[in-house]
């Protein structure tokens, strides 16, 4: 049900990297959230990264599945620091999760940012990742769909650890809106549209709905259709139900 192998990096006492493979700089163990994690060596550009295969015999067309990580930046100078709402490559820009597709034959097909750090980002420490996509036609029968990672400036080593993937078609809950109170304290689940737009927590009770602590904002809307955005799970949606 997992389609990411050793995403802990713990499966042997003195973890491993097995599965893993680098996109440019290198790869090593370095202390996890627990145990080990996986980690960049000499990054020179900013697609620099790490990546895994993904089984494809695994996937099936319209299966939704969720992913989460926990990820850090680090330099030797430095406490770097990143912004979680910046969708350019470089600069301030967060670690991102890709998915590349590669047929027997034709092109290449790219599902950029599908995963994201959450806002607020902590400086110096682990930070959540979350992101959730659709399994397409692109990626049914394809020679290789490849999990990788990149998007951070050239200056920043990366690190990431408890990676997970798996089908969430089981997930029916009353509400099928993942964090709509937003009570986890950050953006988990949410993305937002628009080029320019940003989601900002809010720690304040008065902005909070039902006396909760935390309610989220948009920054920079440039058109009346750019706001949060949330992809649903449709197997939890019934023809003809109100909702």
Known sequence: DVLVRNGD??????????QWHHTGGGIKLVPGVTGMAL?????????????QYIDTRCLQKG?????TAMSKMWNPFDMPVCNP???????????RGNIKSVPWEGEVTYHFDFAVVAYPYQQGKWNQMHGVF?????MVGAQ???????GVRDSEELMIDDVKIFPIETECPGNIIRNGDLETGDTMWWRFIGP????????????GAGNSGWSARTNLRQFYFHGPTQMLNTECVTPDNWY
């Open 9 to 18: 990096f713990d499966s042997e006492p003195e973890g491993t990297l097995t």
């Open 39 to 51: 980690g960049t060596v000499e990054r020179w550009n900013i697609l620099d990264g790490f990546a």
């Open 63 to 67: 299966q939704i599945y969720k992913f």
């Open 85 to 95: 709402n910046q969708v350019g490559l470089g600069g301030e820009r967060c670690l």
């Open 134 to 138: 659709k399994v397409s036609d692109d």
């Open 144 to 150: 290789s769909v490849v999990l990788y990672f990149d």
């Open 196 to 207: 320019h737009t940003g989601i900002t927590m809010v720690e304040n009770v008065v902005f």
